[in-house]
């Protein structure tokens, strides 16, 4: 069975900075693609980021201020957040496939339980 487990996630103020991280058990993947989706209240899941061994892709409103990271071997996904925004604000899910990348929440197979980032101003 596979578990997606996230941590990291916090009260900051706008302008700060956290780091959320997200590790895989149950399987590997080594030939697949981690990534960051998030939710905000009322609206729909977000892509943010995804990783895949040395190639990485973003959403628009992250570009610049997020980077992702990470190692597909040992099922590790980080996230830096620099220059939060409250828009921001959101309850961020990790996200896991097999195959290349994608920004399209429907192609993740497997999910966490979502970790809580909430931006004041």
């Known amino acids: 069975q596979v578990q997606l487990v996230e941590s990291g996630g916090g009260l900051v103020q706008a302008g700060g900075s956290l780091r959320l991280s997200c590790a895989a058990s149950?399987?590997?993947?080594?030939?697949?693609?981690m990534g960051w989706f998030r939710q905000a209240p009322g609206k729909e899941r977000e892509f943010v980021a995804a990783?895949?061994?040395?190639?990485?892709y973003y959403g628009d409103s992250v570009k610049g201020r997020f980077t992702i990271s990470g190692d597909n071997g040992k099922n590790l996904v980080y996230l830096q957040m620099n220059s939060l925004k409250p828009e921001d604000t959101a309850v961020y899910y990790c996200?896991?496939?097999?195959?290349?990348?994608?920004?399209?929440?429907?192609?993740?197979?497997?999910w966490g339980q979502g970790t809580q980032v909430t931006v004041s101003s």
């Open positions: 990783f895949s061994w040395s190639r990485m």
């Open positions: 996200a896991a496939r097999y195959g290349l990348c994608s920004d399209a929440r429907d192609e993740y197979d497997y």
């Open positions: 149950g399987r590997t993947f080594s030939s697949g693609c």
